[in-house]
């Protein structure tokens, strides 16, 4: 299995993946790597497979075809405890049946992988998740009581939590974001953004499913196109994109501007992007 | 690294550390308080009945007993506590705590706050076994010239409720996989199902067997004694101390199977596991003293709502609150109409229906299954 290119070893890895319920093939022959440092996008229209994809390598769904690794090993070998410490998922929408506050909703972060950790230090790295994400004034509050894109914060801050308890378990760590957000108003959506590309600029293997294109090109290392199971893209923003693929892929008429046309609103946020590459 | 900073942040995070102990603080005081009330009412209870004894005398012998100073330990009151009271007093504890905990657990397996084994049809199997033993025990038995041993019926309970869960499970999980909705779902239909057949059971039964029948599916402590202490001791104190374990596990169980898994936790083992323990301890419950409802759906939401829903507080509470409640009960029971005493399902039904009816209104725009 090819887990290296030009950017190092992969730390997730997986090679012609197919997914199928019955004789329907939700992903198929799907290869892709995930290296850290980088910020991978997943890009589709509804029904792609975006988030079957990321649930296979998650290791959340057992694929039907092709191989999966993580850090060099199957997937499905490694233990759910030993992936836990080195990779953190958010889903695309998580409801409560009884009313936990935020704060103990981020502490199970912490509570598997940081278990060991003295407990000052679980409430510090607590803390800090909360702070980072926004919501630590929300800390007492009840989980079920809060606002969809409220709701996703504290999730993201959950998954902050277990990355932080997991560092030090392995080499690098991998991040997956399903759709973080899709509740999030603008200043939310670009600071959830910009805070997973600084996980990755800190090593970690970041992918995010995501459906504002606009965004997706902002912040991607690498894009990933998915139409009807299968990748039909992938690489670096700008060479990826082109207006007929895009045609193809999204059934709409739309045309790629280098630069904001006049006349035309198109809303490019750059002053984010501009201050996490500085 | 911050999202959004805020003027105050810095106090926040103080106050959060302190926020963190404050929850603590409180769940230490509700169990200290919860286990003084039940310790409180059992010496109560201890005292009550056809020969009233005061709380100071019990207290008396049972510390004498406690210090081995056995000398101390003759006449009436002393018979009528160590051999008559204290065993149902310990029963009630011991059915209370396993009830309340498989509530909890159940609630937080089926993330359900509905969910009772009472409704996924644990408790109508064990009732179910309990029935045929009753009604069919002796007509198999019949011209071989054995009789029923006195152990039947509690050992049929506890298979019946065994054989209902394995079934729900095996019937709720696809390669490896068990779907919590469909176990839900399920667990109905199997009750149903028990109580049509326990209900066949009470139409061919004669009238003798009827009374039995009745009696037993309304619960009773009655028939406690050391004997059958002995049989669900074994069984439920051992299950007091695994449930703790799965604390961890409910807690992120909460946020869905599949956030469980990505947090490290063997789920498929967490549920299995709890599973056994529900059908440990309903069996165990029901074979002794019959079916006995509510107590699993009440105490787990007054804690909720007093403590809040973490696990590692709900599930010991819990124990510590079904064992205050049934042994509040049982002297209501002897109580109500003494020198008889009601069937303690009666009572416990009585406050536990009003009760659940309130948590329905209650919570009446947002109850999704």
């Not at chain 1, 694929?63 to 070998?77: H, N, Q, T, V, Y």
């Not at chain 1, 991040?175 to 953004?193: G, R, T, V």
């Not at chain 2, 198999?140 to 019926?153: K, V």
């Amino acid at each position: 299995m090819s887990t290296s290119d030009e950017h190092g070893s992969a730390l997730v890895a997986c090679e012609g993946v197919g997914f199928a319920i019955g004789r329907r093939k939700l992903v198929d022959q799907a290869t892709l790597e995930l290296h850290p440092g980088r910020t991978t996008i997943l890009v589709g229209p509804n029904g792609a497979g975006k988030s079957t994809l990321l649930k296979l390598l998650t290791g959340e769904l057992q694929p039907s075809a092709g191989r999966i690794s993580f850090d060099g090993e199957a997937l499905a070998a490694v233990p759910g405890w030993r992936l836990a410490s080195r990779r953190a998922v958010m889903a695309q929408q998580t409801r409560l049946a009884f009313p936990f506050t935020v704060y103990e909703v981020a502490r199970l972060g912490v509570d598997g992988v940081g278990r060991r950790l003295p407990r000052g230090q679980r409430e510090a790295l607590i803390g800090q998740a909360l702070s980072a994400a926004g919501v630590l004034d929300l800390a007492a509050r009840s989980y079920q009581t809060l606002s969809g894109g409220e709701q996703q914060r504290v999730q993201f801050a959950r998954a902050l939590c277990q990355l932080e308890a997991g560092r030090g378990a392995g080499p690098s760590q991998a991040l997956f974001l399903d759709e973080p957000i899709a509740s999030l108003d603008l200043c939310h959506q670009l600071a959830l953004l910009d805070m997973a590309r600084s996980l990755a600029s800190r090593g970690v293997a970041v992918l995010i499913v995501l459906h504002d294109l606009n965004l997706a090109v902002t912040y991607a290392d690498e894009l990933v196109i998915m139409d009807q199971g299968r990748i039909v893209a992938r690489g670096a923003p700008a060479a990826t994109l082109d207006d007929a693929l895009l045609r193809q892929v999204f059934k709409v008429d739309l045309s790629l501007s280098r630069a904001p046309a006049p006349g035309l609103p198109f809303l490019l946020p750059q002053q984010h992007r501009a201050q996490s590459a500085a | 690294m911050t999202l959004a900073a805020r003027p105050g942040e810095l106090t926040a995070l103080s106050s959060l550390a302190a926020f963190a102990a404050g929850r603590r603080r409180q769940g230490a005081l509700a169990i200290v308080g919860v286990t003084l009330l039940c310790l409180m009412l059992a010496v109560v209870a201890t005292g009550q009945g056809a020969v009233q004894i005061a709380p100071a005398r019990v207290a008396g012998i049972l510390m004498a007993k406690l210090s081995g100073h056995d000398e101390l330990l003759i006449g009436r009151d002393a018979l009528v506590v160590l051999n008559i009271r204290l065993p149902r007093v310990l029963l009630a504890m011991l059915i209370g705590a396993a009830l309340a905990i498989s509530g909890a657990l159940m609630q937080g397996l089926f993330r359900n706050p509905l969910a009772d084994p009472g409704l996924v049809g644990v408790s109508a199997g064990a009732g179910l076994a309990a029935a045929a033993t009753i009604v069919l025990g002796d007509r198999l038995l019949a011209g071989t010239g054995f009789t029923l041993p006195f152990a039947a019926l509690p050992v049929g309970a506890f298979c019946g409720g065994l054989v209902s869960t394995l079934a729900l499970y095996l019937i709720a999980t696809r390669q490896g996989r068990t779907s919590i909705a469909t176990m839900l779902l399920a667990g109905v239909a199997l009750g149903a199902l028990a109580g049509s057949l326990t209900g066949l059971l009470a139409f061919i039964s004669d009238d003798r067997q009827l009374r039995d029948l009745t009696f037993w599916s309304l619960g009773s402590l009655g028939g406690a004694s050391w004997a059958k202490l002995v049989i669900v001791a074994p069984i439920v104190l051992p299950l007091l101390f695994a449930v703790p374990l799965l604390a961890r596990g409910l807690n992120a169980l909460m946020l869905g199977e599949a956030e469980a898994y990505h947090l490290g936790l063997p789920v498929q083992r967490i549920k299995g596991l709890a599973i056994l323990l529900v059908a440990l301890a309903v069996g165990a419950s029901v074979a002794t003293a019959g079916v006995i409802g509510f107590v699993g759906i009440v105490v787990p939401h007054l804690i909720r709502i007093a403590i809040g829903p973490d696990h590692r507080l709900l599930l010991p509470l819990s124990a510590l609150g079904g064992a205050t409640l049934l042994v509040g009960a049982d002297i209501a029971a002897r109580l109500i109409v003494a020198p008889a005493e009601l069937p303690i399902g009666i009572v416990t039904a009585a406050v536990g229906a009003p009760f659940f009816l309130w948590l329905l209104l209650r919570r009446a725009n947002h109850v999704d299954l």
